[in-house]
Structure formats: C-alpha cells, structure tokens
Nanobody
C-alpha cells in the first residue's frame, strides 16, 4: 500500500521560511518522480515543484523559482520542499505526489499516481 505523509506546515510571517517533508512508503517510489502541488481556498490546485527519481533534475513554477528548493533523499524515502522568502500568496494546502515513471510533463497533475493528504501553510502579512 502506497502512503505519502506530509509534515512541516504551519503559520509563518511574510519573509520567513518553512521546510516541508513528504515521507513515502510502498512500491518502489524511489524510481518515481516526486512533486509538490498546492491549492489555495477557492482556487484550482497548481504545480509548485518536482524532482526526478535521482534528484538530479528539478522543475519549478515561475511563481516560486528562486525561493523554493525541492530535493529528495532516497535512503530516507523522503522528499523535501524548502520554502524561503514566503509571501501571503503562498498560503495554501501543500500536497506531495508520486509521478508515474514514464515520459511526459512533470508539471501536469495527471501524470501523478499517488497523493498525500496535504499540509496547511499559512503566511501572514
């Protein structure tokens, strides 16, 4: 059974930092790409960042490029999202997801097979 469990969310002031973690288990998810998506109230879920299976290739939404960093530790079955210089517009529920090991876009949520429950990030102004 595949499980993805996010942690590290919380309330932070604008300009602050948070590091989200996603611990995954089941199947050989170390061969899957991993991504982070977010959904703000009243808005559609949007892509934030992704990393390929080895950790050597990363992808970012323009809105977070230069502020967020995605990484993974396959020995610990964990993917991270370091978020710096947070702004109120970053407020959302952040979810991690495991991407099918197949060609295709890392940006589309349709490419992702498994999802976590999400963790709330709130940035106050």
């Amino acid at each position: 059974q595949v499980q993805l469990v996010e942690s590290g969310g919380g309330l932070v002031q604008a300009g602050g930092s948070l590091r989200l973690s996603c611990a995954y288990s089941g199947r050989t998810l170390n061969t899957y790409g991993m991504g982070w998506f977010r959904q703000a109230p009243g808005k559609e879920r949007e892509f934030v960042a992704a990393v390929n299976w080895s950790g050597k290739s990363t992808y970012y939404a323009d809105s977070v490029k230069g502020r967020f960093t995605i990484s993974r530790d396959n020995a610990k079955n964990t993917v991270y999202l370091q978020m710096n210089s947070l702004i109120p517009e970053d407020t959302a529920v952040y979810s991690c997801a495991a991407r099918y090991p197949a060609p295709g876009s890392y940006y589309s949520e349709r490419q992702y097979a498994y999802w976590g429950q999400g963790t709330q990030v709130t940035v106050s102004s």
